[in-house]
């Protein structure tokens, strides 16, 4: 019923820039909060940045002044801005959407890959 596909993950120097998109279609009524997370070889997922329907973000501490979360509400859209990128942040970033219609709903992209060099 909802479908989220990931992109702009890619091979980056330490100190450079991403930037991910999450692209939304299906039968979505209300989104009351979109979140990216990652997950890198042998450690757990881990959630990176949420942004509510009202607007309100938050950030894991250890991306806080590097990583911006915004959305596209007409375009059903989800960034994340990565500035300032280190090796610590490779991983696998899966955008994370939920939804509250009379229950709690959670969609999961396929993920995109973002590697950092040192």
């Known amino acids: 019923q909802v479908q989220l596909v990931e992109s702009g993950g890619g091979l980056v120097q330490a100190g450079g820039s991403l930037r991910l998109s999450c692209a939304t279609s299906?039968?979505?009524?209300?989104?009351?909060?979109m979140r990216w997370y990652r997950q890198s070889p042998g450690q757990q997922r881990e959630l990176v940045a949420g942004i509510t329907s009202g607007g309100a973000t938050n950030y894991v501490d250890s991306v806080k002044g590097r990583f911006t979360i915004s959305r596209d509400n007409a375009k059903g859209t989800l960034y994340l801005q990565m500035n300032s990128l280190n090796p610590e942040d490779t991983a696998v970033y899966y955008c994370?959407?939920?939804?509250?219609?009379?229950?709690?709903?959670?969609?999961w992209g396929q993920g995109t890959q973002v590697t950092v060099s040192s």
């Open positions: 299906g039968n979505i009524f209300s989104i009351n909060v």
């Open positions: 994370n959407v939920g939804i509250l219609r009379g229950r709690w709903y959670e969609y």
